[in-house]
């Protein structure tokens, strides 16, 4: 192999502050081929993620910011729509006012990826998990001098990776947070038990009867006031535990739409029905019927809605509207979950980056109008375009 190129000369004087051009050049194989590069191929191009919001009921930016040598791993908006708590592969937790994308709090406990974030329904509580195979738990705390958030403290509950985190509320109100591994492990935290002092404290820890790991977990709470947990393995399995004895009650066969699923959420329409939102780990999302009562199988709905791999799901606390983004193409997609499902409309970014992130959130402005804003995290700058269906 040989490599053809021009020199260029180079003063002296100039020389600490030149820039090295390289020009097109021609490189040979052994296999008799020519080919002529350009040089442009090879630079470097900007890597520094940018975060941007938009209200999607217009398409407008509502406002955006650029994070420097981070990058975006895990993202959540809270319930009140105020904060956007933000984890990074670097081990860091951002705080970031949804308004002016200030930092309110940042938080280092781990070295390693934030892989999950959710907040409590009450939006006093914030749990994370990540590539070490610990939870960590952060609290509000009302000060007189002003609200902060501090962190309780953080577990090594599991033997292998996080697959899900999840806040619910049982009957009486109590906030109760579970967690799920590839260790096949259902752990419960004392969530009101756990203190600065004490750290995170566990309520019990509780093998489940799968054959392949647990990939998402949800919860609901029956017509006696039960609580449910909701747990999906890579089997295509739905099984139903309740939370005083963590028996598997009922065992179900999933959406089987060529992968597992690898999230799920729970929703109400305007009936007051309740209905199970998933998404694949490509191209499918749909609703299922919830696996409560006397079921003897699941009736559900899916349809295409990426063409390759689904890297992240999102669904509005109103429960109205599904967000799904794919990095490969590039696009994201809404859907309102009426029966069937329909495009809402889909925004396509004309980018060579990929898309790691999004959250969603219902807010109530200052004017007393209803936001509904969209955010998204790109590996660079990118321009947007909309694409009604």
Not at 281 to 299: A, D, F, H, R, W
């Amino acid at each position: 192999m040989s490599i053809s190129y021009s020199t260029i000369k180079v003063n002296k004087k100039d020389e600490l502050n030149h820039t090295l051009h390289v020009p097109p050049f021609v490189v040979t194989s052994k296999s008799a081929k020519m080919v002529f590069l350009n040089a442009g191929l090879f630079e470097e191009m900007p890597t520094d993620p940018i975060c941007k919001v938009y209200d999607y009921t217009k398409g407008d930016l509502v406002g955006d910011r650029e994070f420097l040598k981070l990058h975006a791993s895990a993202l959540q908006y809270s319930p009140s729509g105020k904060l956007i708590s933000c984890g990074f592969t670097n081990g860091i937790l951002k705080l970031i006012h949804s308004d002016n994308f200030a930092d309110i709090q940042s938080f280092s406990y781990t070295r390693l990826c934030i892989n999950q974030v959710m907040f409590s329904r009450n939006a006093n509580y914030l749990a994370s998990g990540d590539a070490s195979f610990c939870v960590a738990l952060l609290h509000l705390q009302f000060d007189a001098d002003g609200d902060r958030w501090i962190c309780t403290g953080k577990y090594r509950s599991h033997a292998a990776t996080v697959t899900g985190v999840h806040f619910t509320e049982d009957s009486e109100g109590l906030t109760r947070l579970f967690s799920i591994g590839q260790d096949t492990m259902l752990v419960e935290y004392n969530v009101q038990e756990s203190t600065v002092a004490s750290g995170l404290k566990l309520k019990g820890q509780y093998p489940l009867n799968n054959l392949t790991p647990p990939t998402s977990i949800s919860s609901y709470l029956t017509f006696f006031g039960e609580l449910h947990l909701v747990i999906c393995d890579g089997g295509f399995k739905v099984r139903i535990y309740d939370t005083i004895r963590f028996v598997c009650h009922k065992t179900f066969l999933g959406p089987a739409f060529g992968m597992p699923i690898f999230h799920m959420h729970c929703i109400r329409n305007h009936l007051a029905k309740e209905y199970m939102v998933f998404a694949t780990q490509e191209q499918v999302i749909g609703i299922m019927s919830t696996p409560n009562g006397n079921k003897k199988n699941l009736q559900m709905l899916g349809l295409v809605a990426h063409p390759g791999v689904i890297s992240s799901v999102a669904v509005s606390y109103d429960g109205k509207v599904i967000l799904s983004i794919s990095g490969v193409d590039r696009l994201t997609s809404l859907f309102h979950p009426c029966s069937p499902l329909s495009y809402s409309f889909s925004m396509a970014f004309a980018s060579s980056s990929s898309i790691s992130e999004l959250g969603f959130s219902t807010k109530v402005s200052g004017l007393g109008l209803d936001l509904t804003v969209l955010v998204v995290f790109l590996s660079s700058h990118w321009d947007p375009f909309l694409i009604y269906t």
